[in-house]
């Protein structure tokens, strides 16, 4: 059996199946909301998108980058 294969239980055997890659999205971009200031860094917490997992949850950054902005954008993107 290789990475692309699996079994499948049919009664007492096992055949082997084979697996689909789907396309997988390699971006994703997510909006933070500012939440809160600690000493150095500001929590931002992302914005809910129905139907779809976070990704971060909660995002700290410096508080020298957000200055005064309530609403951060951030580009994920997956190198292999």
Do not use: C, H
Not at 17 to 28: F, G, L, Q
Not at 43 to 56: L, N, S, T
Not at 59 to 72: A, C, D, E, M, P
């Amino acid at each position: 059996m290789n990475a692309k294969t699996a079994a499948a239980v049919t009664g007492n055997l096992l055949e082997p199946v084979e697996m689909r890659e789907t396309p997988a999205i390699r971006t994703e971009t997510r909006e933070f909301i500012w939440e809160r200031d600690t000493k150095n860094k500001a929590v931002m917490q992302e914005k809910e998108i129905p139907g779809k997992a976070p990704i971060v949850g909660a995002l700290y950054v410096g508080k020298w980058f957000r200055q005064g902005s309530t609403l951060i954008q951030v580009t994920f993107e997956r190198k292999n």
